[in-house]
Structures are given as structure tokens and as C-alpha cells.
């Protein structure tokens, strides 16, 4: 392109948030100006895009953002974007992407950063993920797990699904939808995708026809065998010539198979299948104090049920929170690690660990403090005891029971 524009930069990686690789007409947007770019991923003509804080990317017809990262180094995690046909997207910066904005148009990103929509809520629990995400212009918003399970939250009702791998789920502006298998639409969104990373070839290859590689690779074959007095063999110049060659057009090939690519649109899912029911939890007030170290420990109520902060039980389970109010009457500071020191014992005898809490680890002399302690149990399990105590030491318990529904 030649352009001189501030971000644009050519040849060897400088670090920061890049765009590597674009095909057709993609436009970037910082500020009140507006400009056209091109990413060329490898070879002598390479030119990539530094990306700024606000800068906002869009493509058009035929035209997408292959590869779109930063470089976060070995202490953080990072984030990888691709950006199908009309898409449009807006970037947080602070050194690596903190936040991506997504305005309208299909994606595939792999990250645990934020990732803002008109209607959907998306948690990491397992960490970056790898996902696609179509982002309607009416707000609507489908996303599909390629690996692990993914948190997917309704901004407006609060209510969550969990996706596996290889479901999507559909947030509408109403509601979140019944997670179901994956759409057409991804599977040939996944298609495209390899196509336009084999096109890469393409720019790899062409550059070492265009050096003269197999030439420059007989030359050096001819030094070492002057030097060693042994001949190399096996190699043949004009073969390695037309294999460069092959993989050339073979990354072409793949470019034009992207490019002419049509993708399909969702198939819309049926009226029944649409809104997961509402189960309300069980909630049962408790009112015991447990005195653990000093400290007491009120536990006020408890709840059961199927959903948390949007998430969804796994199959079989529920959630149990357990509110509780903390006090320190001691004249000491207390420290209380509840990973290690709290438990929940079931029925069954059986120790459940703790799944999450809030709620303060150290406690000045007189501090209060509320919060909740968070365990996955069976949906059959009613009686429990929550149990403080290392467990190579004395340990107190309290009970409680929900009542039969």
C-alpha cells in the first residue's frame, strides 16, 4: 500500500496489539479519521498494523481480519481475533487488549478478557477460551464453545446458560435461549477459517520462489560438501523448485476458496425450544452461630437451586450458597483460609470442597464482615453440616436441613 499513516508498520514484529493479516477491504477507524489497511503476514512485502487504544476495525463484503493479537508476554494471557465478512469490532488497549467491544458480524476469538455485546454477558471459568460469536445488528447474539465450557449470561434478566464444547446458545433481547449442537453456520465459519490460514502459504512461499531458494539452498549444499568432503544427497533444485511452487498455488487456491466462500444463515430454532424454564432455588433461613478461632460465624440462610450469578448447575447438581454474617470477638487477628478450613458434609458422609466464596479471610479484632460460602451438591442431598477446621485439627460443625418440597 505504502502508506506512511501512524500504526502502520512494515517488516519485523515490534510487540503491542497487531493486526497480521487481512484480505480484501478492511477499514480502520481511529478517531474522526477512517482509513483502509492491509496486513501481509510473511515475506519481504510483510506489512502488519499497530493497533491503538478506541481504534475501531470493520470489513466488508469478501473481506476479513485473518489474524488480529497481541503479545502479552509470559506472566498474562492474551487474546486472538478473527473477523468474518461485514464485521465490526472496537478494542480496549492498555499494553495488550483489556476489552473487546463487539458492534455487529461474525467472530472467532480466543481470550479471558472482556468481551462487551448489545445482550450477552461471556465468563471464562476454565480460562481463554477459543469461541465464535455472531453479533445481529438487532442485538441478537449466538455463541458457540469450541473447547471448554463457557458462562453466557442475559445482560437484562441476569439468567445464564453453560455451553460445552460444540454448543451454542442464542441471546436474544428478551432472553437467553436452551443450549443446542452447533449450527451450520459455525461449521462452515470453521471451514473458511483453515482456508485462510493454509492461504498464508501463499505469501511463505511465493517470497522463496521469488529469492531464488532453491538456488541459494544448492549453494550451501555445495559449501558444506567442500568443507566436509562429503557430497549431500537427495537434493535436486528443480524439484524443490516445483514444490515451492505447488504450495504457492496451493496457498492461492485457499485464498480464492475463502473469498468465494458463502456462509449460511442460522436456522431458527423452534418456538418450544426456545426459553429454558425458571426454577427457583429453595431458600430456608438458619440462624446458627458456629465460633471457629475466635470468630463467629453466623450461618443466616442458605439457598438451593439450579442457577448462580448466571451460571447452570452441571446435570444432576445444584447449587448451595450459605449467607453468612462474621464477627471477630477475639482480641487477636484471626486469619480463616476457607479453601483449606471449610467443608460440607452431606448425608451420605460424604466431604463436598468448596466451590467459591465471599467473604473475608482476615479478621481484626471486633471486624464484621457478610458474605457466602459456594458449594456444588446432589439435587437429592437435603441434610448437610458445614464443617471449620484444618483437617489434622479439631474441628465444629452446624447443621441444617431443607425442608422436603
Partial sequence: MGQSWEGLI????????????????????????????EAIPSGKNSRWVRLKDGDRIGTVSRSYVVHLSDDPGPRQTGTVITAFPNSELSLRIKG????????????????????????????????????????AKDGTVVVASEAVPMEIVHKKTKRGAVINSRQQVTVTQEDILQPC?????????????????????????????EGNAAQELQKICDVVGQ???????????AKYQKWLKEQKEFGEWKLDEAVESELPEFKPQKQEEKTAPIVKPTIMDINKIVSYQGVDFKLASAEKGQEFKGRNAPEGKDFLVINIEAK??????????????????????????????????????????????????????????????????????????????
Fill in 10 to 37: 512494515e517488516g519485523e514484529y515490534m510487540g503491542d496489539v497487531m493486526i497480521t493479516y487481512t484480505v480484501g477491504d478492511v477499514y480502520l477507524e481511529r478517531g474522526d479519521k477512517k482509513r483502509k489497511i
Fill in 96 to 135: 495488550i487488549i483489556t476489552a473487546v467491544e463487539l458492534i455487529c458480524g461474525l467472530f472467532k476469538i480466543a481470550t479471558e478478557k472482556e468481551v462487551i455485546t448489545p445482550t450477552a454477558e461471556l465468563r471464562f471459568p476454565q480460562g481463554p477460551s477459543p469461541f465464535w460469536i455472531d453479533v
Fill in 181 to 209: 449442537d452447533v449450527d451450520q453456520r459455525f461449521k462452515e465459519a470453521y471451514r473458511v477459517e483453515e482456508s485462510l490460514k493454509a492461504s498464508e502459504a501463499k505469501f511463505l512461499y511465493g517470497d522463496m520462489l
Fill in 227 to 237: 568443507k566436509t568432503g562429503r557430497k549431500i544427497d537427495g537434493y535436486d533444485p
Fill in 328 to 405: 471477630n470477638n477475639s482480641a487477636k487477628q484471626v486469619f480463616v483460609f476457607y479453601d483449606e478450613e471449610s467443608r460440607l458434609i452431606n448425608e451420605s458422609d460424604e466431604t463436598i470442597v468448596l466451590e467459591n466464596y465471599k467473604l473475608e479471610s482476615s479478621f481484626e479484632p471486633q471486624f464484621e464482615n457478610k458474605g457466602f460460602l459456594l458449594f456444588i451438591v446432589a439435587k437429592a442431598d437435603k441434610k448437610f453440616k458445614l464443617q471449620l477446621g484444618k483437617k489434622s485439627l479439631p474441628k465444629v460443625e452446624v447443621e441444617f436441613e431443607f425442608p422436603e418440597e
